[in-house]
């Protein structure tokens, strides 16, 4: 198996502290040594994107150079840092000119990069490369009982799909069928949650997430399962504004896939930054007993 | 009642902007298009837009040069990308947006009150200054831009639930090695030699 190297991102340091925390055990309980990047900057998601495409791509040719250096592979959890590296390595690699260009640039501040790096995220590593019978083996305490949405949003699965399916994904959902939990039939796991829009223009990013939370909760979800921050962020920070505004309870909680995992795991609660959400977890707790059922 | 008329003649249309887009969006599919609407029915933000996407690209091939970088289209745009999987013709839809953004801001034309593209360039000169980007200074820095105070009051019960959960930092983040960054940065921009 291959070495990784653990790509953290803006968002893992402030408002989803709670996916780092639950991750790194994670990774470990499995067997898996995940070092932090040294010095990574960060990726520009759609920002720099949008205002300067060669600056974009040579950042990101930076943390893929320190990644190449440790020789390693990537480990990028956040979905918008997964799709941009993943975007910007491929573009270095394309041969244009402009490729070229961004790579002589990359060499002469000392970040050379040859492009033998490879980026992973989290989910697919799992369900792919260290496969669904290992994990079931780490189990401790099956999630018996506790129906989940699986929503996989937009960036992990498009447009980059090497490891499932852009419009009707199922990783996730087998994943979380491992650790015992049950996924409900979600038909709006890859619907957009708006991404950086949501914040901006409140009309379009009420919608879009009362849509999200009204159909976990119409089939009968007791938590919806993300595996990108921003989406998380989105899901919890607009429920009291979309209760209000359309007069339909959608309180539902929102967690990150990799603290379902440490639960099963036997990691304590405690360690996997479950008291982060701004939901009450209180109904998800009482139907998991003490946290998960013994087997 | 007064007719208002919108016509533009050809003389009028910018012919090399077809071209131009093209060009910087690595998109040369966009000639391939069938108008078949997929993108528009796909698109989570079609109802707010002012073009839908598929008209977005008629009005590329059609020369409409200002109607659409001064458009909200492409600034409404969020990146979901189910426009790009699912284009018959294999259009990178989401990359032509990202190319009329860049140009829309190169020819600063577009909504600069509109508070969209004044987070992106914030974000973008945070990062390229320091590394990292660091929220609450980012959200400050878009309020006064956007001359908004009423938004950052807004913000206030927000703020208060990511402090409760300990999920808001202060801190303004940055690299150790910046020195690297703008050496990086600065060759990216003369070109080497």
Redesign the interface.
């Known amino acids: 198996m291959n070495e990784y190297i653990y790509y953290p991102g803006?968002s893992a340091?402030?408002?989803?502290?709670?996916y780092e925390e639950s991750i790194l055990p994670v990774f470990k309980e499995i067997g898996i040594k995940l070092d932090e990047m040294e010095?990574?900057?960060?990726c520009?998601?759609?920002?720099?994107?949008?205002?300067?495409?060669?600056?974009a791509a040579?950042?990101n040719g930076?943390n893929l150079s320190i990644a190449e250096k440790a020789d390693k592979d990537i480990v990028a959890p956040c979905a918008a840092c997964y799709l941009t590296l993943k975007k910007s390595n491929q573009f270095l690699m394309s041969e244009?000119e402009e490729a070229k260009?961004?790579l002589?640039?990359?060499e002469?501040?000392?970040?050379e990069y040859k492009g033998t790096v490879k980026v992973n995220h989290p989910l697919g590593l799992f369900t792919d490369e260290i496969g669904l019978e290992e994990i079931k083996k780490k189990v401790k305490r099956k999630l018996t009982g506790l129906r989940v949405a699986c929503y996989y949003g937009?960036?992990v699965v498009?447009?980059y799909?090497d490891f499932d399916d852009?419009?009707y994904p199922v990783r996730l959902d087998n994943l979380m069928k491992a650790i015992g939990a049950e996924p409900v039939d979600y038909s709006a796991k890859?619907?957009?949650c708006?991404?950086?829009?949501t914040a901006?223009?409140e009309?379009?990013g009420l919608r879009?997430n009362y849509i999200l939370l009204k159909e976990a909760k119409r089939k009968g979800a007791d938590a919806i399962v993300t595996i990108c921050p921003l989406c998380l962020f989105n899901l919890e920070?607009t429920q009291?504004k979309i209760i209000k505004k359309y007069k339909d309870n959608v309180k539902i909680p929102i967690l990150f896939f990799s603290q379902l995992m440490g639960l099963a795991f036997g990691i304590p609660k405690e360690d996997l930054g479950f008291?982060?959400?701004?939901i009450s977890l209180k109904p998800m707790w009482e139907k998991l007993g003490n946290g998960g059922t013994n087997e | 009642m007064e007719i208002q008329e919108k016509i533009k003649y050809e003389e009028e249309l910018d012919k090399n902007f077809f071209d131009e887009i093209k060009e910087k969006s690595g998109c040369d599919e966009i000639s391939q298009c069938i108008q078949c609407g997929t993108c528009s029915s796909s698109c989570p933000m079609a109802v707010y837009m002012d073009y839908s996407p598929r008209k977005i690209i008629a009005m590329i091939k059609s020369g409409f040069k200002d109607e659409v970088l001064k458009s909200f289209t492409p600034w409404l745009c969020a990146s979901c990308y189910s426009c790009q999987v699912r284009c018959p013709s294999n259009i990178k839809i989401t990359d032509v947006m990202y190319a009329l953004k860049r140009k829309a801001i190169k020819e600063k034309i577009y909504p600069s009150r509109f508070s969209i593209p004044v987070m992106d360039k914030e974000m973008h000169k945070i990062l390229t200054k320091n590394g990292r980007s660091s929220e609450v200074w980012l959200m400050l820095n878009l309020f006064l831009k956007t001359r908004n105070p009423l938004g950052l009051i807004k913000m206030a019960p927000l703020g208060l639930s990511l402090m409760k959960t300990g999920r808001m930092s202060l801190k303004k983040e940055s690299i150790k090695n910046k020195k690297q960054l703008r050496k990086l940065l600065k060759a990216v921009k003369e070109g080497t030699k």
Do not use: F, Y
């Not at chain 1, 010095?39 to 960060?42: K, S």
């Not at chain 1, 520009?44 to 600056?55: H, I, R």
């Not at chain 1, 002469?108 to 970040?111: F, H, L, N, Q, V």
């Open positions: 803006c340091k402030s408002n989803a502290k709670h010095d990574w900057n960060c520009g998601a759609t920002a720099s994107l949008s205002v300067d495409k060669t600056k040579a950042i930076r244009t260009k961004i002589k640039d990359l002469s501040a000392g970040c937009c960036q498009r447009p799909t852009p419009d890859t619907r957009c708006g991404g950086s829009l901006n223009l009309e379009a879009l920070i009291n008291s982060r959400s701004m």
